[in-house]
Nanobody
Framework: QVQLVESGGGLVQPGGSLKLSCAAS????????MGWYRQVPGKQREFVAQ???????KYDDSVKGRFTISIDSAKKTVDLQMNALQPADTAVYFC??????????????????WGQGTQVTVSS
């Protein structure tokens, strides 16, 4: 099975920076894309940023110019550097990945996976 493990969340003051990291483990043959979503209580999970296995990136308009996503397809990791953080960025951040992986004997398929989430709180 595949697991995504996030790290790097925490409490930061407005205007500060945090870096989130996500590592995928398992028998993974190919990374289609890896990225980040976020969710606040009572709201739907929303897209933040994504990077393809070849390095193409896209961002939600709310984070453009402040967040930078970087992927290492060989290591199956993705980072999210978050600068100029605002209280509105407070949320649980989830790593997301679409991977071609082995799910068992003779079972190789492309599937989407989620991490367990890491809390980011921006507050003075």
């Amino acid at each position: 099975q595949v697991q995504l493990v996030e790290s790097g969340g925490g409490l930061v003051q407005p205007g500060g920076s945090l870096k989130l990291s996500c590592a995928a483990s398992g028998i993974i043959f190919r990374v289609d894309h890896m990225g980040w979503y976020r969710q606040v209580p009572g709201k739907q999970r929303e897209f933040v940023a994504q990077a393809t296995g070849s390095g193409t990136t896209k961002y939600d308009d709310s984070v453009k110019g402040r967040f930078t996503i970087s992927i290492d397809s060989a290591k199956k990791t993705v980072d999210l550097q978050m600068n100029a953080l605002q209280p509105a960025d407070t949320a649980v951040y989830f790593c997301n990945a679409k991977l071609e992986a082995s799910l068992g004997a003779h079972d190789i398929r492309e599937s989407a996976w989620w991490g367990q989430g890491t809390q980011v709180t921006v507050s003075s």
